[in-house]
Every structure is written in structure tokens, then in C-alpha cells.
């Protein structure tokens, strides 16, 4: 079972700053299977990354992903106030069908 | 655009059992693969189970294997999980999603939850 390890466990950033979230495997993996997600209070869970690397629908160009192998990365390259949330990713196994969350991190003003 | 609204929570008694439903709209329920996933209060997330677009297939978490069941109306664009044996540690949040897309690797939209409360 693949074990996904975020890091910061929180990231105290101001708004226009550059933030970059980490996100570990206990060992590699298949980029195709490779998501984050946003979660704001009282919102829904967003997805934000798909593919280690695409953008969901209607996602503003300053977040990105990237990484291969067992790290993976997600850039929010100026931070907007409405980014500081906790950011989530998450594993697909195929056989059979499973899912894997990292523990999160938490983007927080400073 | 897509609406996934849960009900059915509540505080129920451990051992006792509890039936969630989603109510979908917005897309056609019927050709997409579903998801329940929880978070325990202050926790993160934790997939708990997965229905194929017809309800041949249903795929279970380990910590709820047994326990739980997924089920699907595609006539009523419901989507169901009946919970057994409650634990204290099945209590969280549920929220239903929904894969869009071509592949089951990514969940595109999610409702925003029903809190289940196992407690005596």
C-alpha cells in the first residue's frame, strides 16, 4: 500500500508570495495517478491537479504541478488571498480501485 | 452544473446502523463512477468506497470492508451507503463525490458532507 507524506504540515506564507507543497511516496508511482485537491471551510473539496501536471477546469494559472517518481509538487506561483486553504494529494491504485490521501498541508497568511 | 447533496446523518449508538444518500444533478449519474470518503473531526481524508457507473463493481476501503455497502439508484440519480456495525471510529464526515472523466485515478466534484456520529 502506497503511504503519501505532505510536507509542510502547515506553510505560513503572505499574499504575492510563492508557495510550494510537497507531496512523497513510499515508493514510485505512476504520475497519470497522481491528484490534489483544495478544501476551504464551509466549501466543497475542489480538485485542483490531475495527471501530477493538468489543471482542472477553470483553474487559474498560478497553481501548477509537477514531479515524477515518488515526489510530487504543487506551486501556487502568487499567492491570492482566497489560495490559503489546506491542499490535499492523492494516490490511485488500479488493482483493485483505491485511494490514498497525504495528510495534508495547511496554507496559512502569515 | 454538478450538485452532490448528502443526508442521512446523524448520532447513532455503536453497533447500530445507518443509511447515507446523495442526491446528484447536474450531470448523468448514470455513466459515472461514485465515491463515499470521510474525515474524522480535525483529520484528513480517508476514501471509504467506489461504485462503477452500473453497480457491477464496488470497491471498499479496508477499515470498512464487512460493514459497509454501496449502493446506486440511477433511475432516482441516488447514490447510497448503508453502514453496519458502527464503530466510534467511523465517526466523520462523508462526503459524496463523483469521477468524471475517462479514468477512476481523480475525483472530480464533491458534496459538502454529512457528519456521522457514533457515540453512546
Known amino acids: 500500500e502506497i503511504v503519501l507524506t505532505q510536507s509542510p504540515g502547515t506553510l505560513s506564507l503572505s499574499p504575492g508570495e510563492r508557495a510550494t507543497l510537497s507531496c512523497r511516496a513510499s515508493r514510485s508511482v505512476s504520475s497519470s495517478y497522481l491528484a490534489w485537491y483544495q478544501q476551504k471551510p464551509g466549501q466543497a473539496l475542489r480538485l485542483l491537479i490531475y495527471?501530477?501536471?493538468s489543471r482542472a477546469t477553470g483553474l487559474p494559472d498560478r497553481f501548477s504541478g509537477s514531479g515524477s517518481g515518488t515526489d510530487f509538487t504543487l506551486t501556487v506561483s502568487r499567492l491570492e488571498p482566497e489560495d490559503f486553504a489546506v491542499y490535499y494529494c492523492?494516490?490511485?491504485?488500479?488493482?483493485?480501485?483505491?485511494?490514498?490521501f497525504g495528510q495534508g498541508t495547511k496554507l496559512e497568511i502569515k | 452544473q454538478v450538485r452532490l447533496v448528502e443526508s442521512g446523518g446523524g448520532v447513532v449508538q455503536p453497533g447500530k446502523s445507518l443509511r447515507l444518500s446523495c442526491a446528484a444533478s447536474g450531470f448523468t449519474f448514470s455513466s459515472y463512477a461514485m465515491h463515499w470518503v470521510r474525515q474524522a473531526p480535525g483529520k484528513g481524508l480517508e476514501w471509504v468506497a467506489v461504485?462503477?457507473?452500473?453497480?457491477?463493481?464496488?470497491y471498499y476501503a479496508d477499515s470498512v470492508k464487512g460493514r459497509f455497502t454501496i449502493s446506486r439508484d440511477n433511475s432516482k440519480s441516488t447514490l447510497y451507503l448503508q453502514m453496519n456495525s458502527l464503530r466510534a471510529e467511523d465517526t466523520a464526515v462523508y462526503y459524496c463525490a463523483v469521477s468524471l472523466g475517462a479514468t477512476l485515478a481523480y475525483i472530480d466534484c464533491w458534496g459538502q458532507g454529512t457528519l456521522v456520529t457514533v457515540s453512546s
Open positions: 495527471g501530477a501536471s
Open positions: 461504485i462503477l457507473y452500473d453497480g457491477s463493481n464496488k
Open positions: 492523492q494516490h490511485y491504485g488500479s488493482s483493485p480501485p483505491m485511494y490514498t
